[in-house]
T-cell receptor
Framework: QKEVEQDPGPLSVPEGAIVSLNCTYS??????FMWYRQYSRKGPELLMY????GNKEDGRFTAQVDKSSKYISLFIRDSQPSDSATYLC??????????FGKGTRLSVIA | DTAVSQTPKYLVTQMGNDKSIKCEQN?????MYWYKQDSKKFLKIMFS???????INETVPNRFSPKSPDKAHLNLHINSLELGDSAVYFC?????????????FGSGTRLTVV
């Protein structure tokens, strides 16, 4: 079992839809959780960062962490065509490099 | 002003050649990384390096070697290139320590070995 599992999609939704992206993990040592967005032919950019169970909101984006279930989510409200990208979850444990999920490719259709 | 810059953006080379990719960061970060992203978008750590410690992913062939002339630079040297080395290579940097707030990535170097 991989440390971090993420459904690669692709996921296609109409503009204005609510998008739910998810990752599960197997190692309870992960303490910090991130979501990165990667546009085509660009580097990943940090979107959300959280370290505790619960919700964190930033504009149209909400990151949710459930440490008891080892499950994290990213919700995008009122999705826009400009949200079309690959979304990668990432996790950190101890002083070791981030471990990434495989990424979910999202297309928002106008 | 670009925070993490990589050169070149594209690199096409023949099997067996030796090549280098350069990375520079102007964020004052202490730790730098090289990640490899395959055709399925999976990002896998190759190396992490700060002034004191190099951590090598044990699955990385020893044909790959990082070189850091100073804190702001971490270059990647690849010897005897193989077809399977074709991928996008990303440099990243961060503050040291756990929970330091995420990484800043460069825009990537797309390596094609023919």
């Amino acid at each position: 079992q991989k440390e971090v599992e993420q459904d690669p999609g692709p996921l296609s939704v109409p503009e204005g839809a609510i998008v739910s992206l998810n990752c599960t993990y197997s190692n309870s040592a992960f303490q910090y959780f991130m979501w990165y967005r990667q546009y085509s032919r660009k580097g990943p950019e940090l979107l959300m960062y959280t370290y505790s169970s619960g919700n964190k909101e930033d504009g149209r984006f909400t990151a949710q962490v459930d440490k008891s279930s080892k499950y994290i989510s990213l919700f995008i409200r009122d999705s826009q065509p400009s949200d079309s990208a690959t979304y990668l979850c990432a996790m950190e444990k101890g002083n070791t490099p981030l471990v990434f999920g495989k990424g979910t490719r999202l297309s928002v259709i106008a | 002003d670009t925070a993490v810059s990589q050169t070149p953006k594209y690199l096409v080379t023949q099997m067996g050649n030796d090549k280098s990719i350069k990375c520079e960061q102007n964020l004052g970060h202490d730790t730098m990384y090289w990640y490899k992203q395959d055709s399925k978008k999976f990002l896998k750590i190759m190396f992490s390096y700060n002034n004191k410690e190099l951590i090598i992913n044990e699955t990385v062939p020893n044909r790959f070697s990082p070189k850091s002339p100073d804190k702001a630079h971490l270059n990647l040297h690849i010897n005897s290139l193989e077809l399977g080395d074709s991928a996008v290579y990303f440099c990243a940097s961060s503050l040291p320590g756990q929970g330091a707030g995420g990484y800043t990535f460069g825009s990537g170097t797309r390596l094609t070995v023919v």
